[in-house]
């Protein structure tokens, strides 16, 4: 095995070992002790020139009188020190740059890092200015509406006094024994078109529906896709008054799906609320090409056939702002 210098990495002179477990030329390692205060130029521990270096013996080269400067030998001399030298510099220079990619690759990781908090403090911001804006609009209604409430109850009960005050004693009493009479009468009287528990027992699956309740299968995104179908659940439904195949169904993403049971197929599946909050309540109307929609965020929305297998929202109407976070549960169309 060949001896080489740790700064070098030349076959050396005058090897000596440190206490460290290297290997130097005496020459290059006591300079670099000098320059360095004393320190190993590859651990940095504290090394003695004269106690922590042990000579390697080996067959040695044996040197030339000392020459003139102007012979060749004392050239010679002069090379060797000047690259001594550079073998040194060279080795510090490749320290440095090792120390300054760690540094560098470091400072990069914490510049990503650093952005990444930026950009979702900003996210977060930005939601949050939003909510603001949306609790500040809905607190202006619900203040407006209860202001309106107000004034329309007292209206409404200073009449109503009025119109008791001219209502005779005996009409009232009158009123309310009838009333008792035909509640009593009403809780007896059975109604001629309700099925019976036998009946009931005896009902069987004429056809089943599966994932109704779940995202757009449109939609490109696969993960998008799984992830829905596995917590959508079904929170609504409601079948068309004269066509019993066309079926609506509300889901708790967020979604409501026109489901065709005579073909088995879906005719659309709309988005309710972009927050997938809960489809609540679903309505078809019984003549129109129309469906409505309501929601746990406490909106409406009306759904109108624009084109074959396109639906499009006609109007959203926002809930009662005094029961903001209430959700919508039952939907039904005006008769006129």
Known sequence: MTIVCA???????????????????????????????????VTGQDLD?????YPIHANSVVTPRPATSSSISSMLHDFQNEWDNLMLETYKLRESLTTTRAQLSQTLYQHEAACRVICRLAKERDVAVSRVRQLSTDLAKARAYAATGMEADVSVEGG??????????????????VSEKLMSGRKKRKHPKLAKEDAVK?????????????ADTATPS??????????????????????????????????????????????????????KSAVTAVKLHPNEE???????????RMWKSAKEGEWECEHAAVGNPVSMGSPVNYLEWHPT
């Open 202 to 214: 005896a009902y069987t699956v004429q056809g089943t529906a599966e994932k109704l309740a779940q």
């Open 49 to 53: 020139k004269e106690t922590d270096l």
């Open 290 to 300: 129309l469906f409505a929609t309501g929601g746990a965020d406490g909106n409406v």
């Open 160 to 177: 109503a006094q009025d119109e008791a005050a001219d209502v005779a004693d005996g009409f009232i009493q009158e009123a309310v024994a």
């Open 222 to 275: 696969k993960r998008r896709r799984k992830s829905a179908s596995s917590s959508a659940t079904v929170t609504a439904i409601d079948i068309h008054f004269q066509d019993n195949d066309r079926m609506l169904v509300g889901g708790s993403v967020g979604y409501a799906t026109l489901y065709n049971r005579a073909t088995k197929t879906t005719v659309c599946t709309v988005t309710h609320s972009t927050d």
């Open 7 to 41: 700064i070098s990495g030349e076959v050396p002179d005058d090897p000596v070992l440190s206490k460290t477990g290297y290997v130097f030329s005496r020459r290059l390692i006591e300079k670099a002790l000098t320059e360095n205060g004393g320190k190993c130029p």
